[in-house]
């Protein structure tokens, strides 16, 4: 069964650093999106992206974020100059739809 | 603004019983409603998804219904078992959007 994946699994960064997390969608999908969750509490909706448009954004994604769809199969999210409240775990989704498939999750410590 | 709330925030139970998940939200056009499974550090592993137009959904020992006028779900599961100790999220898809809004889970501990 195809499935969302995400690299690294793990990823420790010092504050003010760049940070690229990176996913690769289900071949068949159209629509993308990145979800964090700080730790013990909720998940939170960051953006979506449709037909390499922004769909739509939460107010936590703030110019310090950034998606792209380098090319065919890989979907990243850019930290441009990391803080420490960006730490957190960061899932990636795409779907078809009004569906979501969700990957396993990149854990960004930024010390 | 949707909301959604997940009653009880914890629950602890001997194996073997029948166990009710709550799951509340505020606006109900939505597309559909997801129920997953969150093992501690690790990722969301989907269990059930019920579209608006359902009023329920089984797979195995879980059964998810879906009330969407009174802005409610259930993730009901029978015979639990000390595996299936997990955070349980509830997360809706409002109409008009493009993301799933979750709630904060409800942390199970199942005692053998």
């Known amino acids: 069964e195809p499935e969302v994946t995400q690299t690294p699994s793990h990823q420790v960064t010092q504050m003010g650093q760049e940070v690229i997390l990176r996913c690769v969608p289900i071949s068949n999908h159209l629509y993308f999106y990145w979800y964090r969750q700080i730790l013990g509490q909720k998940v939170e909706f960051l953006v979506s992206f449709y037909n390499n448009e922004i769909s739509e954004k939460s107010e936590i994604f703030d110019d310090q974020f950034s998606v792209e769809r380098p090319d065919g199969s890989n979907f990243t999210l850019k930290i441009r100059s990391t803080k420490l409240e960006d730490s957190a775990m960061y899932f990636c989704?795409?779907?078809?739809?009004?569906?979501?498939?969700f990957g396993p999750g990149t854990r960004l410590t930024v010390t | 603004k949707q909301e959604v709330t997940q009653i009880p925030a914890a629950l602890s139970v001997p194996e073997g019983e029948n166990l009710v998940l709550n799951c509340s939200f505020t606006?109900?056009?939505?597309?559909?409603l997801q129920w997953f499974r969150q093992d501690p550090g690790k990722g969301l592993t989907s269990l059930l998804l019920?579209?608006?137009?359902?009023r329920e959904q089984t797979s195995g020992r879980l059964n998810a219904s879906l009330d969407k006028s009174s802005g409610r779900s259930t993730l009901y599961i029978a015979a639990s078992q000390p595996g299936d100790s997990a955070t349980y999220l509830c997360?809706?898809?409002?109409?008009?959007?493009?993301?799933?809004?979750f709630g904060t889970g409800t942390r199970l501990k199942v005692l053998a």
């Open positions: 997360a809706v898809y409002p109409s008009g959007t493009y993301k799933y809004i």
């Open positions: 606006d109900s056009a939505i597309y559909n």
């Open positions: 989704a795409s779907g078809q739809g009004y569906e979501q498939y």
């Open positions: 019920i579209q608006s137009s359902q």
